[in-house]
């Protein structure tokens, strides 16, 4: 099992960048995939970026494609997302997910992820 942490939320200006931070506590982080996702108001939440285990592979929505980086350190337990461009559409609730790892497609759906964090709140100002 594992607990997830968001940190690094905020308001920024739109073009403007934010970086954040996702800490687990549990056993065996590297066996997790790790996903974030976002709701805003009044809509369902959506994936936003993924990243399996090693590192290597990592998927985004097309929205964010070019604008977001996802990354992880199975060292200090933690994955990250870089945002950068942020426009106001960006603002939502994004929340941090894991999973135990499996073969084949990423999943992208949030029924596919076992474990979130609390959300942290993103508002771009236009």
């Known amino acids: 099992q594992v607990q997830l942490v968001e940190s690094g939320g905020g308001l920024v200006q739109a073009g403007g960048s934010l970086r954040l931070s996702c800490a687990a506590s549990g056993r065996a982080f590297s066996n997790y995939v790790m996903g974030w996702f976002r709701q805003a108001p009044g809509k369902e939440r959506e994936f936003v970026a993924g990243?399996?285990?090693?590192?290597?592979?990592?998927y985004y929505a097309d929205s964010v494609k070019g604008r977001f980086t996802i990354s992880r350190d199975n060292a200090k337990n933690a994955v990250y997302l870089q945002m950068g461009s942020l426009n106001p559409e960006d603002t939502a609730v994004y929340y941090c997910?894991?999973?135990?790892?499996?073969?084949?497609?990423?999943?992208?759906?949030?029924?596919?992820?076992?474990?979130w964090g609390q959300g942290t709140q993103v508002t771009v100002s236009s």
């Open positions: 990243i399996r285990w090693s590192g290597a592979n990592t």
């Open positions: 997910a894991a999973r135990i790892r499996l073969g084949g497609s990423f999943p992208t759906t949030p029924g596919s992820f076992n474990y």
